[in-house]
């Protein structure tokens, strides 16, 4: 009795709850536990997820701005150098080829931003004076993850001078060293009109009275034959003639001012007319004698699709009659040093516009070029030739404007044999290439954007 009263006692059921209950804490705590850890698992790996998202979103904005900037540096590439700084591309981009999807050498690969961007260079349009080109930026992160790729389209429109060009000299031949006149060279310096083919009109040698009575231009005073700072010499049965003070001396054989109108280089005199006093010394440059800035003339051939390297290519140019040199420069830009041999000269007979052709070597102001012989056959070229030493011109055709020799060392070449006449016309000189469709030194120029666009990564 004592036993089970004992067993059953207040006390020893007390005892049980207590042990019941704190069993069952003991199995909340372990799920409070486990609630807590999975709580902090799950935020921990959300935190881990989110920074994972953040970083790969840091580097695809860092990738976007990356490549963005390239497009934004070859914007501004193409502006400083077609507009400001026009001609001195290398490569030339105003004269690449039109995109061809088959040929992969038609886009550039211009060039890397620092920030390692790979910018490309394609001619989608070509006109007068406008291009339109695509650039392309591709930007990656390292291990080429993230890549991004941009385009724009962008179209330059470039506005040239139209203020005519002007020598500081006057002369038929005007040069800067001694000058020997051979064979049956024929030079006049009186003033001839532009509206005529001294060629088709006289052919070789013309009864030159006759023909200067028809053809006279009396809105502009004759010169001298030939203006040279050397000596002028004549042999055979050349015949150098001009006007000087106002008197014809058609085309004597004699060397001397008086009697052929020949004449020295004039120091600081307006002798052209033009408003401006002629330089008191030697240009240095081919640009320096028509008052261009330096690199001009070079820039007028490059924007018209005219300038050569090689004496094959700018002869086989000229000698194409799909080729119309009327209104532009041609410029063959050679070594230094260079002999370069026969030189054809353009066709182009009024009414065609009188052309410019320059021969010259690399460093412009050292003038140690040889070309010759110049050759003109049963044709006109209506303009200005510019060299540095020319050894001969031949032929029995006709040059209507200036011939222009720099070279100021040697007095070993000739200027001349055969039967090839030169005329002096300042009409001609006064409509000399001057920029427009044709080319010319760009005065301003504009840079649109048309599109921008995402392309799909690679």
């Known amino acids: 009795m004592s036993s089970a009263c004992s067993t059953d006692s207040p006390i020893a059921r007390a005892r049980r709850v207590r042990r019941a209950r704190r069993g069952s804490v003991l199995v909340v705590v372990v799920l409070m536990l486990a609630f807590v850890a999975a709580v902090t698992l799950a935020l921990s790996q959300l935190s881990h997820d989110q920074s994972r998202v953040s970083s790969e979103l840091g580097e695809l904005g860092r990738t976007a701005l990356v490549a963005d900037n390239g497009l934004a540096r070859g914007r501004a590439r193409l502006e400083a150098e077609l507009v400001q700084q026009f001609g001195q591309v290398t490569p030339d981009v105003w004269n690449m080829p039109l995109l061809d999807p088959n040929d992969a050498s038609t886009e550039l690969a211009w060039f890397t931003t620092p920030e390692g961007a790979q910018v490309r260079l394609a001619c989608?349009?070509?006109?007068?004076?406008?291009?339109?080109?695509?650039?392309?930026?591709?930007?990656?992160?390292?291990?080429?993850?993230?890549?991004?790729?941009?385009?724009?389209?962008?179209?330059?429109?470039?506005?040239?001078?139209?203020?005519?060009?002007?020598?500081?000299?006057?002369?038929?031949?005007?040069?800067?060293?001694?000058?020997?006149?051979?064979?049956?060279?024929?030079?006049?310096?009186?003033?001839?009109?532009?509206?005529?083919d001294p060629f088709s009109v006289g052919g070789p040698n013309p009864n030159v009275g006759t023909l200067y009575d028809t053809y006279k231009d009396t809105s502009g005073a004759s010169s001298p034959g030939i203006t040279s700072t050397g000596n002028v010499s004549r042999g055979g049965n050349a015949h150098i003639g001009g006007e000087v003070d106002g008197t014809s001396y058609g085309t004597q054989k004699s060397t001397t001012a008086a009697d052929s109108g020949t004449s020295v280089w004039t120091d600081g005199v307006d002798l052209d007319g033009d408003g401006t006093p002629d330089m008191t010394s030697a240009p240095s440059t081919v640009d320096a004698y028509l008052s261009l800035p330096d690199g001009g003339l070079r820039s007028m051939a490059i924007a018209g699709g005219t300038h050569f390297t090689t004496l094959a290519a700018y002869n086989a140019y000229v000698n194409d009659a799909a080729n119309d040199v009327s209104g532009k420069v041609l410029y063959l830009e050679v070594a230094n040093g260079s002999s370069v041999g026969t030189i054809d000269l353009p066709d182009n007979p009024w009414p065609k516009r009188p052309a410019i052709v320059v021969v010259a070597g690399q460093d412009r102001t050292v003038h140690d070029t040889s070309v010759g012989p110049v050759h003109a056959n049963n044709s006109t070229f209506q303009g200005m030739f510019m060299a540095d030493r020319i050894v001969n011109m031949n032929g029995n055709g006709a040059l209507l404007g200036q011939v222009v020799s720099f070279n100021t060392v040697s007095a070993s070449g000739s200027i001349g044999n055969g039967t090839f006449n030169v005329y002096f016309s300042r009409k001609v000189l006064a409509d000399l290439p001057s920029g427009g469709a044709n080319g010319g030194q760009p005065s301003s120029g504009d840079v649109t954007v048309e599109v921008w666009r995402e392309l799909a990564p690679n």
Not at 143 to 159: F, H, K, N, Q, Y
Not at 164 to 177: E, N, Q, T
Request: hydrophobic share 40%.
């Open 124 to 196: 989608l349009e070509s006109a007068a004076n406008t291009r339109v080109y695509r650039l392309r930026s591709r930007a990656a992160q390292p291990g080429d993850r993230a890549p991004r790729r941009v385009e724009l389209i962008v179209r330059v429109a470039l506005t040239f001078a139209t203020t005519p060009l002007r020598g500081p000299g006057v002369g038929a031949i005007v040069g800067f060293g001694n000058i020997n006149v051979g064979g049956n060279f024929h030079v006049d310096g009186r003033n001839y009109e532009q509206a005529w």
